[in-house]
Each structure stands twice: as structure tokens, then as C-alpha cells.
């Protein structure tokens, strides 16, 4: 009998290293600066803290990853909004993300 697992475990996608300078230059070129990149900054600098704390560095990737999906899912979120569609059952995203961890 074999000591190894009989599954592979699941590797967390691991931004680029230059993921998040990447992303805050693409923050600072959309309309929504003046709101989205100060947002970016308070939770990049809590995650870095964070970081420091516990030598861990998944709370950086998360918040890269929150936002990788904020600025790829904001043409929908527009489009959506443009068409005059009722939005009040919407459903939050941290939410939906809490319940998957």
C-alpha cells in the first residue's frame, strides 16, 4: 500500500508577482478611480499587514483575486445596469465568496 494521497490536492491559483501593480495600473486608467483605486489601496495595505503577521501570503492573492474578478466582471455589471434591469434582489459577492471557503 502506498503512503501517497489518492487525490491531487488543489493548488490555490498564485498571482504573478507583479499581479497587483498590474492591476492598480488598470484601476487608475478606469473611470471608476477615483472610488476603485483608493478601495484597492486600504485592502492591499490590510492584506500586507496581515501578511506580515502571519508570514502567509493568501490574504495578498485574495484581494488580487477580488478584484481580477471586480474588473473583469464590470463591463456585465454596466451592461446590466444600462438596461434598466431591477437590481434590489441582488445577491453581495463577499457573501457568495464567504460560503465557498
Known amino acids: 500500500m502506498s503512503a501517497q494521497p489518492d487525490h491531487a490536492p ?3 491559483y498564485a498571482p504573478a508577482p507583479g499581479a ?3 492591476l492598480l495600473a488598470q484601476l487608475r486608467s478606469d473611470r471608476r478611480a477615483d ?3 483608493p478601495a484597492f489601496e486600504r485592502e492591499w495595505a490590510a492584506a500586507l499587514e ?3 503577521r502571519t508570514f502567509s501570503l493568501a490574504g495578498l ?4 483575486q477580488g478584484w481580477q474578478a471586480r474588473v473583469a466582471s464590470a463591463p456585465a455589471v454596466d451592461a446590466f445596469l444600462a438596461s434598466g ?3 434590489s434582489t441582488f ?11
Do not use: K
Open 61 to 64: 492573492y485574495d484581494v488580487v
Open 85 to 87: 434591469r431591477d437590481d
Open 20 to 22: 497587483a501593480a498590474e
Open 50 to 52: 496581515e501578511s506580515r
Open 35 to 37: 472610488r476603485w483605486v
Open 91 to 101: 445577491v453581495d459577492l463577499g457573501e457568495i465568496r464567504g460560503r465557498r471557503r
Open 10 to 12: 488543489v493548488t490555490s
